[in-house]
Structures are given as C-alpha cells and as structure tokens.
C-alpha cells in the first residue's frame, strides 16, 4: 500500500471518529438531567400562605413568617423569603360557610409568600415556614412536601401552612421587675392567637374553650398554680399570688403563664424572671 492509499485511510478513520463523537454529545443533550442542552425550564409561579391554625393569616402584625421551598432529592434552596401582608378579612376567614374548593384566604387581601420557579422536571419540593417572626418565644414551625410540575401554577389559596400555637406575654409584673416578699401581687399575661388576634369569652377565638392558668415556681420547683380569670380588657388575663420571701426565693422567682386549647393542639406559653426583694417594713408600718 503506497503513502498516499494510507493517508487516505488514516483520514477516512478520523471522519468516522469525528461523526460518532457528534453522535455521542447529541444523545447526552438528549438525555443527561444535568447536560447544558437541559435548558428548556418552564415558569412555575408558588403562593404560599402561612396561617395560624384555626385563625388569620400570619402577617405584618406579628413579623410575617419565614418561607423556604427545597428541592427534596438535591437539598437545593429554590426560594426564601418573609411572608408579609395583611391578616385577611375576619368574616370572610371565620364566619363564612364555603365549599371546600372554594378559597378561604385569597377572597380578600391576605399576606402570602410568592415565588417564581424555573422547572425542567417535576420536582418534589419540601415548603417549610416559621412564625411569627416578631415574637420569637411563640414561634412555631411547620412544613409540607409538594409535587411542583414546571408550568402547573399553584395559585388562590396556594400551598396553606398551619402554625400551632398562641402568643403568651407577661405584661405586669413587667419581666425582670424585681418583687417584694410577702407581697400581694396581681399577674396580667396577654394571650393571642398566631396571627394576632386577641383571646376573649364568647369571641371567635372564645377563652372558655381554652384552659388558662399560671404558675409561681422556685426554680424548677412548683409552689403555687393560679386560675386566670378573663380581666375585661381584649386579650388580658389575671390572678393574685402572694411573693415568697428572700429567704425561700434566693435566687428570685419565674412566672408562668400557659393557654391549652381544649379541642386542638393550639397551646401556648410566656414566663419572666424576677428577683425578690427583702419586704419594705416602714411601707408596712404606714
């Protein structure tokens, strides 16, 4: 065979080569998930809407809530950010009747989480939130996963998350206040729900059907529990406690206060620290 038959072939080789490797780069386009020709994504528009359970909508009130949205099969973070809002229209969410299909939340203006995905594959999705973000002792945290469909909105309601819980605040004595022993002391706690709305009798969040009590402990040790009585004022609760003395209190005393619903697992509590000061003795002599 001359130079030029062998030429010939080495190039003839070379053009068979270059037309497989063409071959073998448009298939993993075709089907390699991650291969730089998967760039055909759809626009998948995500409301999420954070309520308190049995309540409104967590919203600018009580610091919104915080959204994620995670791809479940990579741990990818797809979407963040704060729920804001208004706490939506109180006849609408409590009051009026409504087909399940029918939307609770989004028939009025209500706070809500938007996020636009960009989607090349049904993708399993974990939507988490936690709120609400101004009161941080309340906050609780709940989660849901999602099958989300590039180019399948989920709008109206959106994905509903349901907080449990309630927001407990000592109000008076303020936390911290130091107490004086043997004293006669009235402790006030406020109580709402998640969203803000202040527990009441005969409301739509009605104090009767949750058990409200407070407690004076000594370190961890229980010493007296009180029953809390509605105090006229929306929200506000109170009890008289007698303050133990220095020498049985050292190191101060902890207020607490909880609210347990009885007919679901909304339950919340608030508690405050206070030093306790010898007993003022020319107060009493006057």
């Known amino acids: 065979m001359s130079v030029a038959d062998g030429l010939r072939l080495v190039t003839i080789a070379l053009l068979l080569a270059g037309v497989l490797v063409a071959d073998v780069a448009r298939s993993v386009e075709q089907h390699h998930p991650l291969a730089p020709a998967a760039t055909n994504l759809s626009t998948t528009e995500v409301l999420v809407r954070v309520v308190a359970h049995g309540a409104m909508v967590v919203g600018n009130e009580v610091g919104g809530a915080r959204v994620t949205i995670t791809d479940v099969a990579t741990g990818t973070l797809l979407a963040s950010g704060i729920q804001t809002g208004e706490a939506g229209d109180q006849n609408q969410i409590m009051r009026t009747p409504r087909l399940m299909e029918e939307p609770r939340y989004s028939s009025r203006p209500s706070g809500s989480f938007h996020a636009t995905l960009h ?168």
């Open 119 to 286: 989607l090349a594959m049904p993708t399993l999705v974990e939507i988490a939130a936690e709120g609400p973000l101004a009161y941080p002792a309340s906050m609780r945290r709940a989660a849901k996963t999602v099958l989300l469909v590039p180019g399948h909105d989920l709008t109206n309601d959106g994905v509903v998350l349901h907080l449990y819980g309630y927001i407990v605040q000592l109000e008076d004595p303020p936390p911290g206040q130091p107490l004086i022993g043997k004293a006669d002391v009235k402790l006030t706690a406020s109580i709402r729900t998640l969203s803000g709305a202040p527990v009441r009798p005969h409301g739509d969040w009605d104090s009767r059907k949750v058990h409200i009590y407070g407690e004076v402990l000594i370190g961890t040790r229980l010493i007296e529990r009180l029953q809390m009585f509605y105090s006229g004022s929306k929200g506000l609760f109170e009890a008289p406690f007698f303050v133990p003395t220095p020498a049985e209190a050292p190191d101060g005393v902890t207020l607490r206060v909880v609210a347990a619903d009885k007919t679901d697992a909304n339950i919340g509590m608030g508690e405050a620290s206070y030093p306790v000061l010898p007993e003022d003795r020319s107060l009493r002599k006057k």
